[in-house]
């Protein structure tokens, strides 16, 4: 089974940059569509960014449009999101989630994936 480790969470101040990682226990990492959601107290787990197996073909929610960046690294098997700028209300839980290339689009629900990491957390302060 696959198995999502993120990492990099932690507390950042307004306006700074967090880099958040997503290690993937998977041989065909490549296979995977990846991306990222968010959970904060009181609130639905919502859509951040996501990237396509071949890594060409990303999406973001409006929030993080212009500040947050999805890479990945296939050869690592990991995935990263950059967020820069960050804001109070981007203070939440960080989920990596992994689905199967079953769309030549990129994916924003949460349905459509299969594979769930345990979330790290990120605390912007003002």
């Known amino acids: 089974q696959v198995q999502l480790v993120e990492s990099g969470g932690g507390l950042v101040q307004a306006g700074g940059s967090l880099r958040l990682s997503c290690s993937a226990s998977?041989?065909?990492?490549?296979?995977?569509?990846m991306a990222w959601f968010r959970q904060a107290p009181g609130k639905e787990r919502e859509f951040v960014a996501a990237?396509?197996?071949?890594?060409?073909?990303?999406d973001y929610a409006d929030f993080g449009k212009g500040r947050f960046t999805i890479s990945r690294d296939n050869a690592k098997n990991t995935v990263y999101l950059q967020m820069d700028s960050p804001k109070p209300e981007d203070t939440a839980v960080y989920y990596c989630?992994?689905?199967?290339?079953?769309?030549?689009?990129?994916?924003?629900?949460?349905?459509?994936?299969?594979?769930w990491g345990q979330g790290t957390q990120v605390t912007v302060s003002s």
């Open positions: 989630a992994a689905g199967w290339d079953t769309s030549v689009v990129v994916r924003t629900l949460r349905s459509a994936y299969n594979f």
């Open positions: 998977v041989r065909s990492f490549s296979s995977f569509d």
């Open positions: 990237i396509k197996w071949s890594g060409g073909i990303t």
